[in-house]
């Protein structure tokens, strides 16, 4: 297994440090104060069922790549079909999930500069052991490593939760799940770690989707109350978020394309929500009782305290031929021209000074940063800039990000790391990364002397450990 | 007061200076041509009365804190009241001064990374002889450090103002203002500065506020004019800029939603006036009317010489309670998204080559640096690109800007720098601040070879007398 | 002539890489790989006729000053006037062409930091053999020694192009150019180079123009086709292209205020362009049909294999009195706020995974690189980010540009340098600065340990080289 040990960078002590020998030795001791923290996710995507059957990963297609769109879509780019990846098909034959497999080594050099190669150049060498880079001498190889360590008993989801020092782990679910693997997982005495729902009711406040009307029936039915009637609508989402609350809920999340506010009057909302509920409501209707809808829910953050977050201004489902091929979340959701300021009013003017508040504004558009994010973030108690998402949580863009909204906002209104993640094996190698940039913007701070060491490595501590739990009341 | 002697970084030789070995030198011997020119000061908010009573300050507090949204704000986010530090309430007790002091030295971790420490800490040191860090521990000491030095003469307004090195003050008034003050200083043989007005017109544009009508016939009366007719507002002002000018304004100021301009015929005007005047317009109106006055603004500045500065883009008193209770300037005013292309391209096609016009762009939409202003400034004569005003006026973001600006437009086609500030002790601060960061941009281009040193050197010294001295015309 | 040997930065061998002596070497060695690799140039405006002709050129003023409006706007905007510096005025006498020189010496300080001074000095030193810095001083003696040289065989265009090393070089063309300037070079034996003509039918998509349906009569007559209906317009377009193609071209660019896409149902647009052959379309009409006609040219960029390239998003013109004097190209283009993601999705819709379609996609607003353009290249196989263009076409925009957009599209779905300029002597100083920059930036990933320094020298090779030559098909 010799070609396994030809050189990659992933492992190098000082690797995404600052190169500056001014820098660097301030950027090392900064991160050793929290290299090893334990990790708060307080938002991602990883299924709550795959730590209660705590079955082996299949193989190592399924594991990191088919259903991680980050990896997949750049393949796509580079001319590799989403089937040839396995992508909306389920479980993958040996053969297939070795010739996808065979795609990603032989594309290794597309992600070059990528933090999707730097994420997965982490997992294979801290998880699995494999320093060889891949390519398409490596990739048999490396497929029969890991194929072999997933068989290991200490390559199961539990036991690597654990070895990755998870504390806090939120899942993402829809108002309707049961929480049934949350409660198991809960109350399992040989399960240590907290794995946290997290209430994503997006699709019950777009009136104006095909499914709506039996989507908001299944709701009621869940929720034991009529959802014929906003005021059924607005009593089922209060129902559903205590039951969220009970099984260990923090937060509820958001993503529409934009997050406008504005409130109906209690008779138009019934009005607009009548006409929705006989699918005769138009764009315009929609788009009015979702913004009415979206300060209620605020409202309803501030009454039980689940931290509100916005992750708006994608365009999902670009590619419509592939989204009725391959289904959501396959590569091509694509950022839109975003903003803040005008459409938080609302929500501001009735809810931002409240002290039960917290809200934290995401966005994929960076002109946003210093001109609307830190603005807010810097006057509003309610309000933390939340770090950076998505096609933005990669290492420059991280600096940008530090670097447009210290100087307004500091360093305390931000919302610590989140790693969104669906890929259970890129948490650590996520996390790690925040910090290790954390620590070289801090040390620059403390170059230019504009900050002690000494509070920088407060500061730090702060950023991985303080910010979560206070953001999201851990 | 050993408390008072706990380190600090305020006061390090190279603080802002590039921490790069390679840099350093250049850029130290580059800051070295411009650390002691005489501080010009062409736009700022520090009221001229200030120097014509001569009053010792009253205390700390109300000196370095209440009046500063800079510094109020990010405590009021932080979760302090403002009413818990004197916002709006007038001249504070002793008690409440020192609860108020306290506050901001017990959140002092919340001004990390941010200007408004490096500046609070700069003025400490430098104004106060005081390197303690604020904190719990040093509040009370600090307090009565600085409430015994604003005692002593040599720290009233006057002595600050000579010790600062100020050569011109710039102020900012309203049309109405008799200017008295102003007239004294410079009448006065024993106060070697000047300190000039600033016309600032914006209430008088905005027909669709309630007072506004009031407003404008306070201007028909302060002008002699009558100004019931669009015609009659025109030759009020004027006659006020006319005013403004003969006691030594160099400009006129003007921050309003956009910057839209556009010419109504001569009819329209006097009709949406007419209407405005019984109270009658509406919002388009209003718009339409304040767009054709901005264009008429420009005309008089090509007229009289005024330099005309825009500072557009941000939504006003974005929290109506915090509005309503505590005035405006308390730290909620939001950046909006903006553009200038098509909106001055009317002002432009009339006046963008005049050769009598100067006129100033500043931005809070970082977008449009290198979008916008540095192009316009790169082919119109009368155009100067503002320097990092208000969020942006941070070490970062002053290297954006000069790293997106520059390319297109040079280094000559900027404005110089503009402290913006209410408060007179911050204004050597922010003035050495902006040497030590175009010190350090200036380096970096010497170090790529991209300008040799004896250039950087001439261009520093441009930027920090030069540029300010024609944009001006001091 | 010694005033000719006064220093100048422009020879430094390190100059334009990484000053951090961590970086340097690394750099260093990644531009040694491609520093002397052939120059394809896939746009720009050199005229071919030039080539064919390869007549002296005239003096050192129409050269390098007149027609490049990088140079003359800026002057402009110092106060020089346009005719001063013989703009729009065909041919100058000998009197007139040095006093402009001596405008643009006189002013070199204004070009400090932008790319203008550095690619003169580069031409001034590597054409020329000049050193000496432009300035009042050495005005004549640069002038003298420039003409002098053009006078030699070896300045003549022929003889600069063999020695820029150029191997491929387009044009940019009107539908109805006969392209024989291009069939005379490709049938010269003694011309070795490949001069390509770009197929640009901007106005002939335009139908509100005044001069529309005069054009559209011309491209008729140039097809043998009658252009009086829509058909008509799309076969004469299909068979322009055709007789491009035919003449060597591998792509068509397209320049208009946004990338809107729209499909108008067949009667829809028989319909509107009807109307715009009556000269009745309105503006919103025109608008429609332009969208309607994108769409069409990105269809046939499928059929015929000519890579797609869109450059959006300039108000073209933008100071009238300056148009109507001196013509269009004269310095007064600014651009607009862009948007992609929506405008382009009817035609991603339709050919955004086909495998025919070559699409790039440029932009003047900086804050679509990682919001829109990233996003779509990473995902889209027909698409590719542009480099940097026009205002972006700069060291730090560079930087800015690959920082902003590898991280999520990597390196391979970028189109590789594009120096897009009217100034032939100005080809190899461009593509010298792309080369360097992109050494420093991936001299920092190796730095950084997130790309090993072998596959960093493999990548450099395949952006100067490998890019262009997928992209465009050479």
Redo the contacts between chains.
Sequence with gaps: MSVLTA???AL?P??????????RPIARRLYEQVQHLPILSPHGHVDARLLVDDEPFADPTSLLLTPDHYVT??L????VALDELGVGQGPLAEDAARRAWRHLCEHW???????V??WLESELAEVFGIEA?PGPATADAIFDRISACLREPQFRPRALFRRFGIEVMATTDDPTDDLAAHLILSADPTFEGRVLPTFRPDRYLESGRSAWVDDVTRLGATAGVDTGTYAGWVLAMEQRREHFRAHGAVSADHSHEDVGTAALDAADAERLYARAVRREIDPAGATALRRHMLLEMARMSVDDGLTMTLHPGV?RG?????LSRFGPDT???????G?F??EL?PL??RY??H?NLRLVLFT????TF???L????????S?YVGAPWW??D????VR?WR??V????????TSGFIDDTRALCSIPARHDMARRLDAGYLA??V??????ED?AA??IVDLVDGRPREVFRL
């Design positions: 050189p990659t960078t190098h000082d690797r995404l440090l600052p190169f500056e020998r001014e820098l879509r750049l796509h780019a580079s001319g050099a597309v992600f070059r500069g990528t933090p190669r730097y880079q365009r670009h590619h419509g031929p592939t590569g091509h959701d694509i950022p839109l021209r903003s300021t005008d009013r501001f003017e931002g000074t002290p994929l558009d960076e002109s210093s001109r609307e830190a603005p807010l973030a810097g006057f509003y108690p309000v096609f933005l990669a290492p420059d863009a940008r670097s447009a210290t100087e307004t906002a500091g360093l305390s209104r620059r701070l170059a230019e002397h504009r900050l002690r509070e407060e500061a």
